[in-house]
């Protein structure tokens, strides 16, 4: 019965509450131009677009029309000529054009309709001509597969009627023509020809339902020889317009096939390799302008297999290495920027480091050895001075440092040490100076301070102690002179001072005591002058002033004499001259004067 209950009261509230009509925090945003005009306007909602907004150039004329839903356009893109015409409509879903889509020329005429789905033009699309006439029209049925259906010149002859017929196209001025060709099923079919604006013919060729096929010939505008394409069987070449060959090639069943080469306009190789079926195979070779070799590599079924080499503009070795089915496999070299002394070495195991790899200075020294499993250090690595003295060693797992690691001064003695569990700090790390005294020496517990910290002086005293839990203070923490006298002792409770501290002049005596509870001013503080009498006295209770509080001359006589409870004055207040005469006395309450005597 008690759970019916419950369930009818929930349900009753939720409906009170949907009753209530729900505010948004739309807030109104405009941007202005330098000019002062209005730039965009519209809604923001959280921090983000959302509603109908407006944009405008700096003279005022409207650009753009956009509905946003919490940051994304969704609904409406309009866009508008300076004229103030529509240019172009488009409907979009969550940023994603889909629907409908408009486009105008500036005199107001339609020039294009179709449809979006998902970002990509779909199904029917109609365009037309700047005085109303219709052009053309085509059906997507993807992006890259698109017929074409119907064509008009601009005489309203109709070249091309479902999908069939003669295509022309002009340049610009309307006389020459641009391209033209026979469609056939939607599709550029049999041969087309192209020309440039001075009616010289640019490329004339073959088409197989929308894809080239068979010879190709292009030219220059000068009417030099620029290409001579088989897409199908027979030779394939390029020339530059200085007539030197630029690639030469063959093709069988349209993919190419045995060597093809290819040249820098100054009539130097740049490239060449063997094809078999379409795909790279066997040597090929690279070369700079200069006439230097740019790499090496060898394929096989269009993947790089075998040795492969690489060199710099200056003719030196860069890398060297071996590739298994396009992924590195086995010895590796990389070379120094002089080609001689190697920069580094190692192995590769299906694109991963493995085994022993080697770095070197440039003067053949080694700079740093060590191993790799499954692309991560693995054993024991050391790192060199160019002197060839040890610099740090340390072992690895599984790419993480682990146990004992040591760092060295150029002259080798130790400089650093420490130990590593799972890749963090863990226990005591030290650190010398270079004259082998000891600079500091911390527990870490996890890549955290955790346990005690002990700093030092070059000449061996101790300059500061610390305790830490869990990477904060806790616990006793001192500073020292480096002649060894105190200069402040405390105690931290998680990171807060907690019970009594003391502050010390350069020659070690006391000039400040001051006790904490956690963290906060409590119980009894004094500060004392380079005599040794008492300056102030203050007592507070968990932050608050409470008790006597006590001001003095320099000579040790009392100035003033003050009572708190609880962070307010309380009970009596006594000032005093120089000569001990009392020059003001009141008595307070809950913070408040009730009797003031002078």
């Known amino acids: 019965m008690t759970r019916h209950f419950i369930i009818v009261f929930m349900l009753l509230s939720l409906i009170s509450s949907a009753q209530k009509k729900v505010i948004l925090p739309v807030q109104k945003k405009t941007q202005k131009w330098d000019n002062g005009n209005v730039k965009s306007q519209g809604d923001m909602l959280f921090e983000k677009q959302h509603g109908h907004w407006k944009y405008w150039n700096e003279n005022g004329i409207l650009l753009s029309e956009v509905d946003f839903k919490m940051g994304k356009i969704h609904g409406k893109l309009i866009h508008y000529y300076i004229n103030g015409k529509v240019q172009d409509e488009t409907n979009l879903q969550e940023g994603v054009k889909q629907g409908a889509f408009f486009s105008w020329f500036d005199n107001g005429q339609m020039q294009a309709h179709g449809i979006y789905k998902n970002d990509k033009r779909d199904s029917l699309w109609i365009y037309w001509n700047s005085d109303g006439s219709k052009l053309k029209e085509e059906y997507y049925k993807t992006e890259d597969d698109v017929l074409l259906l119907f064509y008009w010149e601009k005489n309203g002859d109709c070249l091309v009627k479902e999908g069939k017929g003669i295509y022309r196209e002009y340049y610009p001025d309307k006389h ?5 060709g026979r469609i056939v099923e939607g599709k550029k079919d049999s041969l087309w020809t192209y020309y440039y604006e001075n009616g010289k013919t640019k490329a004339q060729g073959n088409f197989t339902q929308g894809t080239q096929s068979g010879e190709w010939r292009e030219w220059y505008a000068d009417g030099s020889k620029h290409s001579l394409l088989n897409f199908d069987n027979g030779d394939n070449t390029i020339w530059y317009p200085n007539g030197n060959k630029e690639m030469e090639g063959k093709q069988i069943d349209g993919k190419r096939e045995k060597t093809w080469k290819f040249w820098f306009e100054n009539g130097q190789i740049k ?14 070779e690279q070369w700079f302008q200069s006439g230097n070799y740019d790499a090496k590599i060898k394929f ?23 590739f298994v089915n396009d992924t590195m496999h086995g010895l590796w070299t990389y070379w120094h920027l002089d080609g001689k002394n190697k920069g580094n070495e190692g192995h590769y195991e299906m694109g991963k480091m493995s085994g022993e790899w080697t770095w070197w200075y440039t003067n053949g020294q080694i700079w740093k050895k060590g191993a790799f499993k499954d692309d991560k250090k693995n054993g024991l690595w050391d790192v060199y001075f160019e002197n060839g003295q040890v610099f740090h060693s340390g072992k690895f797992v599984d790419g993480k440092e682990e146990g004992e690691w040591t760092q060295y001064f150029e002259n080798g003695s130790r400089h650093l040490s420490g130990s590593f569990k799972n890749g963090k700090m863990d226990g005591n790390w030290q650190e010398w100076y270079p ?3 000891r600079k500091y020496k911390i527990s870490y517990k996890e890549n955290i301070k955790h346990g005690e910290a002990f700093f030092y002086f070059e000449n061996g005293r101790m300059r500061k102690l610390e305790n830490y839990k869990n990477g904060i203070l806790h616990g006793a923490f001192a500073q020292f002179t480096p002649e060894g006298l105190p200069i402040e002792k405390g105690s931290y409770s998680e990171n807060e001072k907690d019970g009594n501290w003391e502050y010390f002049t350069p020659y070690g005596s006391k000039i ?9 001013r409590h119980g009894r503080w004094i500060i004392w002058n380079n005599k040794g009498q008492i300056t102030k006295e203050q007592n507070y209770n968990e932050g608050k002033k409470h008790g006597k509080w006590l001001l003095c001359y320099p000579n040790g006589q009392t100035k003033n004499e003050t009572n708190y409870k609880n962070g307010k004055k309380e009970g009596k207040e006594t000032r005093y001259d120089k000569s001990g005469r009392v020059v003001f006395s009141a008595t307070y309450k809950n913070g408040k004067m009730i009797v003031n005597r002078k």
């Open 435 to 437: 004259n082998n005294n």
């Open 271 to 284: 490239r060449q390799g063997a094809y078999a079926n379409g795909k790279r195979n066997g040597l090929f």
């Open 176 to 180: 020459q023509v641009k391209e033209s």
């Open 300 to 322: 096989r079924n269009d993947l790089k297999h075998g040795k492969a080499q690489w060199w710099r503009k200056d003719a030196t070795l860069d890398i060297e290495g071996h």
């Open 512 to 520: 400040r005591q001051e006790t904490y509870k956690n963290g906060k």
